[in-house]
């Protein structure tokens, strides 16, 4: 049949056709396969990898900070966290009725279990609760088979174990906040936490440590196949910090209930060894979290517990400040020290009448006499003749009105009027009767503790700017062993004033303690031969009326707690071979001689008998034997 | 290629005795499907890990039944295929029509009825009942009325029928295979090029209606093909995470059950559709290219077996289990490799899945039964004699 053929000849040609088609198709697949496996196979072998190696960091932990002599005032303590994981519990309610039987669980807490189970994957634990007690612990781990997916992880929170003591030098750690973030993915780790205040601000970086790093295998849906490889971080820093915690203790409760700083620095090496203000708080309740009354108890509170006043109380300095007006009279040549000022009770300036203390005045005085009495009318006197400006760049010497830079957050500055200050702030000129009362150190001065201790510690050394340290040394644990690096210390600058000029202003202090009559004579101190030079400052902190003024000035135990003078007292001592100087300020705590003066002496006293222990020929040795020499 | 044969010495016999048939198998192409059935166990061993269960052990004894339905249908005379091929067609249409009612009733979107034993997936049926329903009406058609368009009606018919219903369920993968298969024995009976020119052009016009015809998820596949990148953890997902495994596993591949985008799971659907993805990850392009060379063999195999009958119903009926088997292969591999939307197409023999296999090992049933009974001679209304 001839179609027959035709069709079979057609249909092989078409087999060909279709099956070249079909070869073509196949070659396609090879070279795409090729082109897959081949040309781009490295792109592709790196997207594999990114895909299933998963790098997880391992926060290192926090570094301890301590006192001068190692005692810890900020540790991590392990924490024991109670944690579920949904994937593993035959039925959630279930385990946490079970639960519910070894610690309780309130309606609010197991909400936020659901939630918190339903935000994460199956295999993610959630936490339950925080700070497991022992016998919690214990208790759980017993039942542990009824409690199917319940696991107990370890965990380290940040803890003060001296509570109150330091809470404002140490300062607190956080939560990350959005505006922390700057790209280090341990910031991004969950619960990591960084320094908000003070030392655990500063040296936030160094307690950080570094943070190690787990490469692991996951899967498609993010679980942990296995860990390839592992690499260690390094812990943080401990920061040494220079202060002495026994004196922490001891200022802590002589000033008990008072609303007070005080601060003790080292004359030579600007190192702190004592920081305290009162009232204090406990930093641990932080970390744990406060109630809104429990806060609201600390923010309105009017002795203001939240708040450094060492550093961020900024008081009228009063008569403490009469030094500062001797030594720029002296430079000046405005008047000498033995030149005498006749003091009659008050001195009139144009149709002002300016007030001493004293009502019947101190008769003539000289300089030392002046400070020995705290003599208001010399030192107006003596202030009208220097004039304000030479005041306020004597005082600027000596730290007043800028911040001395100490490594704590939230220093203030104080404020050392002058003539260009009020021009520019107030648009005012200066008044000749604003010079009499700066040279009384009230009006619109005002100086911070620290600054007033600084100011005393550079009277006392004479020779260079002192500036206050808190931080010791940063230890970092290395492999081997502890590497100390002591932190730098930027060289000291001069002075630039007259010894003889100091040595008068030195006399004045010693007398104000030591010379029967002298301010704080009664608050004098003797330890072993050794004595402290000081000065005491009572200042006003509300305006004194005319009416007032006639009828006569009310005594301040007549008057409310907040009207009260702040008292004051700045010392070095000892004496004759100077080491420490302090300053105290007791708010509202009336007169600077009754207040101030005897905690002053008292700490000063505290600050002598342990001094055996700090001085750094003796910290090589072993401290048992120090403390034998000490006591 | 095939063995050679001694000259039969009954041409024009009706009835072959059972031993001769059984001599006729071309088995070294049965040992060839032995061999991929064996890959795919293999490779299915490695998709659990390692483990015998859930899927290698019933592919193999899966493999087992289809090797003995394929040797059973191989051995039944080429003519009952014939003459039963539209009856075939048209149980296999009404089952179609079935499960299309029942779906639009309610009763979700089942494509298949359960036998208890296995499940009856129409649509793949269909891709054989189709092959010899056609076959069977080019087999008495002369070349002058194949030039007829009018000719041409009822097989198109025959096509678009189960196709439109096959889009419907809506079964992209089956639907194209069913048309590309046709087409092949359109064009193999003598159809005139410039016909396909048109439908082609036609087709192509009626891309924007049908567009609207798509479902969403339909809609998804084909946007993420022109661009999977863009939509990484959405509907390209499946597509960029088949390609980095393929990538990854470069010349010589990870090695075998070392394929970490498949065993961590990145793989989607690693022992169905993108088997390959996870066989080239751990075999590497070595091992791809032998499995595709192994899939043209059996195409080879099916050409031969198919040119050597003497009857035209086996050459076309031949032809077209080929072309069957050819579309499986390249679209699945096509789709995974990222060169095709993902239509779910699985990989012949070796993905895991009972249906697929059953009609593939079926079809070559049919292929074998043509090559069996290549020598009968089948005359134009033939097929309705004596067997």
């Given at each position: 049949m001839n179609t027959d053929i035709d069709r079979g000849k057609l249909f092989g040609r078409r087999v060909v056709v279709v099956g070249a088609m079909k070869a073509a198709l196949m070659s396609t697949l090879i070279g795409r396969l090729y082109f897959l496996q081949v040309v781009e196979a490295d792109r592709y072998r790196m997207l594999s990898e990114k895909n299933r190696i998963s790098t997880r960091l391992l926060p290192p932990a926090r570094g301890m900070i301590v006192d001068r002599f190692g005692v810890p005032m900020a540790v991590n303590t392990q924490n024991f966290q109670l944690l579920v994981v949904s994937e593993q519990m035959n039925d959630l309610d279930n385990t946490l009725d079970a639960l519910s039987n070894i610690i309780p669980l309130t309606d609010h807490d197991r909400q936020r279990i659901h939630r918190d189970i339903e935000r994460h994957r199956s295999f993610v634990p959630v936490t339950v609760r925080e700070n497991l007690?022992?016998?919690?612990?214990?208790?759980?781990?017993?039942?542990?088979?009824?409690?199917?997916?319940?696991?107990?992880?370890?965990?380290?929170?940040?803890?003060?174990?001296?509570?109150?003591?330091?809470?404002?030098?140490?300062?607190?750690?956080?939560?990350?906040?959005?505006?922390?973030?700057?790209?280090?993915?341990?910031?991004?780790?969950?619960?990591?936490?960084?320094?908000?205040?003070?030392?655990?601000?500063?040296?936030?970086?160094?307690?950080?440590?570094?943070?190690?790093?787990?490469?692991?295998?996951?899967?498609?849906?993010?679980?942990?196949?296995?860990?390839?490889?592992?690499?260690?971080?390094?812990?943080?820093?401990?920061?040494?910090?220079?202060?002495?915690?026994?004196?922490?203790?001891?200022?802590?409760?002589?000033?008990?209930?008072?609303?007070?700083?005080?601060?003790?620095?080292?004359?030579?090496?600007?190192?702190?060894?004592?920081?305290?203000?009162?009232?204090?708080?406990?930093?641990?309740?932080?970390?744990?979290?406060?109630?809104?009354?429990?806060?609201?108890?600390?923010?309105?509170?009017?002795?203001?517990?939240?708040?450094?006043?060492?550093?961020?109380?900024?008081?009228?300095?009063?008569?403490?400040?009469?030094?500062?007006?001797?030594?720029?009279?002296?430079?000046?040549?405005?008047?000498?020290?033995?030149?005498?000022?006749?003091?009659?009770?008050?001195?009139?300036?144009?149709?002002?009448?300016?007030?001493?203390?004293?009502?019947?005045?101190?008769?003539?005085?000289?300089?030392?006499?002046?400070?020995?009495?705290?003599?208001?009318?010399?030192?107006?006197?003596?202030?009208?003749?220097?004039?304000?400006?030479?005041?306020?760049?004597?005082?600027?010497?000596?730290?007043?009105?800028?911040?001395?830079?100490?490594?704590?957050?939230?220093?203030?500055?104080?404020?050392?009027?002058?003539?260009?200050?009020?021009?520019?702030?107030?648009?005012?000129?200066?008044?000749?009767?604003?010079?009499?009362?700066?040279?009384?150190?009230?009006?619109?001065?005002?100086?911070?503790?620290?600054?007033?201790a600084v100011m005393t510690a550079r009277i006392a050394n004479g020779e260079f700017k002192v500036m206050p340290r808190l931080t010791k040394a940063l230890i970092v644990d290395g492999p081997q062993s502890k590497e100390a690096n002591a932190v730098a210390v930027s060289p000291l600058t001069p002075l630039g004033v007259a010894k003889n000029h100091l040595e008068v202003v030195r006399q004045g202090m010693y007398s104000v303690s030591n010379v029967q009559g002298g301010t704080a004579y009664a608050a004098r101190l003797d330890f072993n031969g050794m004595m402290l030079c000081g000065k005491t400052g009572s200042a006003q902190v509300r305006r004194i009326s005319v009416r007032e003024r006639e009828t006569g000035v009310k005594k301040n135990d007549d008057l409310p707690w907040e009207q009260r003078d702040n008292a004051l007292f700045v010392a070095f001592a000892p004496s004759d071979k100077p080491r420490y100087a302090i300053a105290v300020v007791v708010e509202h705590g009336g007169s600077g001689a009754k207040a101030a003066a005897p905690i002053g002496r008292d700490i000063m006293r505290e600050v002598l008998r342990l001094d055996p222990t700090r001085d750094p020929s003796m910290t090589q040795t072993s401290e048992t034997d120090v403390t034998g020499d000490g006591g | 290629m095939t063995p050679q044969e001694p000259i039969s010495l009954n041409v024009n016999r009706s009835v072959m005795p059972f031993r001769e048939k059984l001599w006729h198998i071309s088995w070294s192409f049965v040992v060839l499907l032995c061999l991929l059935g064996a890959i795919g166990v293999a490779t299915l061993y490695s998709a659990a890990n390692g483990h015998l269960e859930p899927w290698a052990t019933r592919h193999f004894t899966r493999f087992l039944v289809a090797l003995a339905v394929m040797l059973a249908v191989a051995m039944v005379d080429v003519r009952v295929w014939m003459r039963y091929a539209y009856v075939a067609y048209a149980i296999t249409l009404v089952l179609l029509v079935a499960v299309e009612i029942r779906g639009s009733i309610g009763m979700g979107a089942q494509r298949w009825i359960d036998l208890g034993f296995i499940q009856l997936q129409p649509s793949e049926m269909m891709k054989i009942a189709l092959v010899m329903a056609l076959a069977r009406y080019f087999h008495g058609s002369t070349l002058e009325e194949?030039?007829?368009?009018?000719?041409?009606?009822?097989?198109?018919?025959?096509?678009?029928?189960?196709?439109?219903?096959?889009?419907?369920?809506?079964?992209?993968?089956?639907?194209?295979?069913?048309?590309?298969?046709?087409?092949?024995?359109?064009?193999?009976?003598?159809?005139?090029?410039?016909?396909?020119?048109?439908?082609?052009?036609?087709?192509?016009?009626?891309?924007?209606?049908?567009?609207?015809?798509?479902?969403?998820?339909?809609?998804?596949?084909?946007?993420?093909?022109?661009?999977?990148?863009?939509?990484?953890?959405?509907?390209?997902?499946?597509?960029?995470?088949?390609?980095?495994?393929?990538?990854?596993?470069?010349?010589?591949?990870?090695?075998?059950?070392?394929?970490?985008?498949?065993?961590?799971?990145?793989?989607?659907?690693?022992?169905?559709?993108?088997?390959?993805?996870?066989?080239?990850?751990?075999?590497?392009?070595?091992?791809?290219?032998?499995?595709?060379?192994?899939?043209?063999?059996?195409?080879?195999?099916?050409?031969?077996?198919?040119?050597?009958?003497?009857?035209?119903?086996?050459?076309?009926?031949?032809?077209?289990?080929?072309?069957?088997?050819?579309?499986?292969?390249?679209?699945?591999?096509?789709?995974?490799?990222?060169?095709?939307?993902?239509?779910?197409?699985?990989?012949?023999?070796?993905?895991?899945?009972?249906?697929?296999?059953?009609?593939?090992?079926?079809?070559?049933?049919?292929?074998?039964?043509?090559?069996?009974?290549?020598?009968?001679?089948?005359?134009?209304?033939?097929?309705?004699?004596?067997?």
């Open positions: 007690s022992w016998e919690d612990m214990a208790r759980i781990q017993v039942n542990a088979p009824d409690l199917p997916g319940v696991i107990i992880e370890e965990g380290l929170t940040r803890n003060y174990p001296l509570k109150e003591l330091g809470a404002h030098i140490l300062g607190y750690v956080s939560s990350v906040t959005e505006a922390d973030l700057n790209g280090d993915p341990l910031l991004e780790s969950p619960g990591f936490r960084i320094g908000k205040a003070g030392i655990e601000r500063i040296h936030d970086l160094a307690l950080r440590g570094k943070s190690g790093n787990v490469w692991s295998e996951v899967n498609s849906v993010g679980r942990v196949m296995q860990e390839i490889k592992r690499e260690d971080g390094q812990a943080g820093a401990e920061v040494k910090l220079t202060l002495d915690i026994r004196l922490q203790q001891f200022a802590a409760t002589r000033l008990g209930e008072e609303s007070a700083a005080a601060v003790v620095v080292d004359i030579h090496s600007g190192e702190v060894v004592l920081m305290a203000s009162t009232p204090s708080f406990d930093p641990n309740a932080f970390a744990k979290g406060l109630t809104s009354s429990e806060w609201h108890d600390l923010i309105s509170n009017p002795r203001s517990p939240l708040t450094n006043k060492v550093i961020a109380g900024q008081y009228a300095p009063g008569s403490t400040f009469k030094m500062m007006v001797a030594l720029a009279a002296q430079e000046s040549g405005a008047m000498t020290p033995e030149q005498r000022v006749f003091c009659s009770g008050s001195l009139a300036l144009g149709n002002m009448r300016f007030h001493c203390w004293k009502k019947g005045g101190h008769g003539s005085v000289d300089m030392v006499q002046a400070h020995m009495h705290s003599c208001d009318v010399y030192f107006y006197e003596v202030a009208r003749r220097t004039g304000i400006d030479r005041i306020a760049e004597m005082a600027r010497r000596f730290g007043l009105g800028t911040r001395t830079g100490l490594e704590l957050p939230g220093e203030r500055t104080g404020l050392m009027p002058d003539r260009e200050w009020k021009r520019a702030t107030l648009h005012d000129s200066w008044h000749p009767g604003e010079t009499l009362v700066a040279g009384i150190g009230q009006g619109f001065m005002l100086a911070t503790p620290l600054q007033l | 194949v030039g007829h368009p009018t000719y041409l009606i009822l097989p198109a018919a025959l096509v678009l029928l189960p196709a439109v219903l096959v889009l419907k369920q809506p079964d992209l993968g089956t639907a194209m295979m069913l048309l590309m298969s046709s087409a092949a024995l359109f064009f193999l009976a003598g159809v005139r090029l410039w016909k396909f020119g048109i439908i082609g052009a036609a087709g192509l016009s009626a891309i924007p209606v049908a567009w609207r015809f798509l479902k969403d998820y339909q809609r998804n596949r084909v946007l993420t093909f022109m661009n999977p990148e863009t939509d990484p953890l959405g509907a390209g997902y499946h597509i960029l995470q088949s390609k980095i495994a393929l990538g990854s596993g470069g010349i010589l591949g990870k090695g075998f059950m070392q394929g970490t985008q498949s065993h961590l799971n990145f793989l989607p659907e690693k022992q169905t559709d993108f088997i390959f993805t996870m066989l080239a990850e751990e075999l590497g392009m070595v091992g791809g290219v032998t499995l595709i060379a192994l899939y043209a063999l059996v195409i080879i195999y099916g050409y031969a077996m198919a040119m050597r009958s003497r009857n035209h119903f086996g050459r076309l009926t031949g032809m077209g289990i080929t072309t069957t088997f050819f579309l499986y292969v390249f679209i699945n591999i096509a789709m995974v490799m990222g060169l095709i939307p993902v239509v779910g197409v699985p990989l012949p023999l070796i993905s895991y899945g009972g249906t697929a296999m059953l009609t593939l090992m079926f079809g070559f049933g049919l292929l074998l039964s043509v090559y069996v009974h290549r020598d009968i001679q089948i005359g134009r209304r033939g097929a309705y004699g004596n067997i």
